[in-house]
């Protein structure tokens, strides 16, 4: 069964950084991307970040001031967050996608809060 496991969030204050973490487990030998969704009250879910074997990218909105890792683990990922603004504030859900055999599976973690406060 693939599971993902999320943690990092909490409260900081304009300015301040968090580091979030995905651990993603149930799964081998297949292609996948890890990435980070958040969503705000009232507003669509958005990408933040991803990263395969082959790449990373961030969007616009976090450039600069976000990092997309991988952990010692290989399933590990991280994402580091700096510089923090009160529109950063959300829910943050890592997200898996598998390619298996032409087929794409896509996971959701439970999603971590993370609040800035100004």
């Known amino acids: 069964e693939v599971q993902l496991v999320e943690s990092g969030g909490g409260l900081v204050q304009a300015g301040g950084s968090l580091r979030l973490s995905c651990a993603a487990s149930?799964?081998?030998?297949?292609?996948?991307?890890i990435g980070w969704f958040r969503q705000a009250p009232g507003k669509e879910r958005e990408g933040v970040a991803c990263?395969?074997?082959?790449?990373?990218s961030l969007a616009d909105s976090v450039k600069g001031r976000f990092t997309i890792s991988r952990g010692n683990a290989k399933n590990l990922v991280y994402l580091r967050m700096s510089s923090l603004k009160p529109e950063d504030t959300a829910v943050y859900y890592c997200n898996l996608i598998l390619r298996v055999g032409g087929h794409i599976y896509n996971y959701w973690g439970q999603g971590t809060q993370v609040t800035v406060s100004s």
């Open positions: 149930g799964f081998t030998d297949v292609d996948y991307a």
């Open positions: 990263i395969s074997d082959l790449d990373s």
